[in-house]
């Protein structure tokens, strides 16, 4: 669900202080390009910050400690802010890509920097409304291999969707349709993947992470949590346009910290 809405009053807490978080960046950004140019997608201007900085900032309200980010297009730009403006209670290291290698090829790419067991993985292009140590929770009640943050949208047409069975844990998954019309589970970008998970995607020669590993995985093999009802795409002109509103000074969670 994409508009306006107030992010929840999560508390602030360090669930995520031992879990290194890893940070998809490594796109050439093309369907955004027509609005950012050569401003690669981690820097996109959001209420007069980058949209960097209201994910560092959200990411830490859970404790998060240590981020990688997997650079590409335009790394060098994304560097440089983060000379400028360093984050602060943040260890954040950088590592870029020599081309774009595809989600997994760039988990494979960053693996010796992924340290911890499990570690949070995203989309650098996407914002999920999600109680992370809730996620954090149900991966490691679940016995899955990896868990994965879906949400639930009014007109699924332009996500793939996720099939899970009664107890939550994912069945399956189905491409994109456009000519799909109703309200589906999707895949919000979210993912806890385990150290020995991690592994054997470095040894294999996977290009997408969702295509060629999740895809593939027997039913049951992967665990989600449904907790997330919004979250944003900030990938193409539309979606990057309501930015603003999903963003504004008093739904930040250094705000609500402020406030409470």
Not at 19 to 46: E, M, Q, S, W, Y
Not at 79 to 105: F, K
Not at 112 to 139: E, H, I, K, M, W
Not at 196 to 206: K, M, Q
Request: overall charge neutral; proline content about 6%; hydrophobic content about 45%.
């Amino acid at each position: 669900m994409i508009g306006s809405f107030a992010l929840p009053s999560f508390p602030r807490t360090t669930c995520l202080q031992s879990v290194d978080v890893f940070v998809l960046a490594g796109g050439l950004g093309t369907r955004i390009r027509p609005v950012l140019g050569d401003v690669p997608k981690l820097l996109a201007p959001i209420r007069g910050r980058p949209y960097l900085s209201h994910l560092l900032d959200w990411l830490k309200h859970f404790g998060a400690r240590r981020i990688v980010l997997g650079l590409g297009h335009r790394a060098e730009a994304v560097i440089e802010h983060l000379r400028d403006h360093p984050p602060a209670d943040l260890d954040i290291d950088t590592v870029v890509e020599p081309q774009p290698l595809g989600t997994a090829g760039a988990l494979r790419f960053a693996r010796p920097q992924l340290r911890s067991d499990p570690v949070l993985v995203l989309n650098g292009d996407s914002f999920a409304d999600a109680d992370l140590c809730a996620f954090l929770t149900r991966y490691r009640t679940s016995g899955a291999q990896g868990a994965v943050l879906c949400a639930e949208v009014a007109d699924a047409g332009r996500y793939g969707r996720v099939l899970l069975d009664e107890r939550g844990m994912i069945n399956g998954f189905v491409e994109k349709d456009p000519a799909f019309r109703g309200t589906a589970i999707i895949n919000a970008g979210l993912y806890l993947i385990s150290a020995a998970f991690l592994d054997n995607i470095a040894a294999s020669t996977a290009v997408s992470l969702e295509r060629d590993v999740f895809e593939r995985l027997p039913a049951g093999a992967l665990t989600a949590f449904t907790g997330c009802a919004r979250f944003i795409d900030i990938g193409t002109p539309e979606s990057l346009a309501l930015a603003d509103q999903v963003f504004g000074a008093d739904n930040e969670p250094n705000a609500r910290t402020r406030k409470s």
